[in-house]
């Protein structure tokens, strides 16, 4: 199983920055994905953004979900050691506990595809 811990979750008025981390451990030798979800209260989960390295992890893809394209970025080399998720320009509507999820495949947008999780950081964008 891959270990997952999320941090840099916090307070922040609109408009600002976070920039959150995944720290991975114990994957296997395959193509690897980390992704992004988030959930608010009384709303599903939904998708964020996923980084993908294929073995021997010279290769990589990102996605983003549309209501976050051009305002986050997730970063990390090609062992994904690391997972970074830098948020900019956040809105209230970004508030949600955000996890961190992994899959020893090339995963794509639905939870089920994923097999790890973090127990999520806390994000809140006041106005």
């Known amino acids: 199983q891959v270990q997952l811990v999320e941090s840099g979750g916090g307070l922040v008025q609109a408009g600002g920055s976070l920039r959150l981390s995944c720290a991975a451990s114990r994957r296997t030798r395959s193509s690897f994905t980390v992704a992004w979800f988030r959930q608010a209260p009384g709303k599903e989960r939904e998708f964020v953004a996923r980084f993908t390295a294929l073995f021997p992890w010279g290769r990589k893809s990102t996605e983003y979900a549309d209501s976050v394209k051009g305002r986050f970025t997730i970063s990390g080399d090609n062992t994904l050691n690391t997972v970074d998720l830098q948020m900019n320009n956040l809105e209230p509507e970004d508030t949600a506990i955000y996890y961190c999820?992994?899959?020893?495949?090339?995963?794509?947008?639905?939870?089920?595809?994923?097999?790890?999780w973090g127990q999520g950081t806390q994000v809140t964008v006041s106005s």
């Open positions: 999820a992994a899959a020893t495949r090339a995963a794509r947008t639905e939870s089920s595809e994923y097999d790890s």
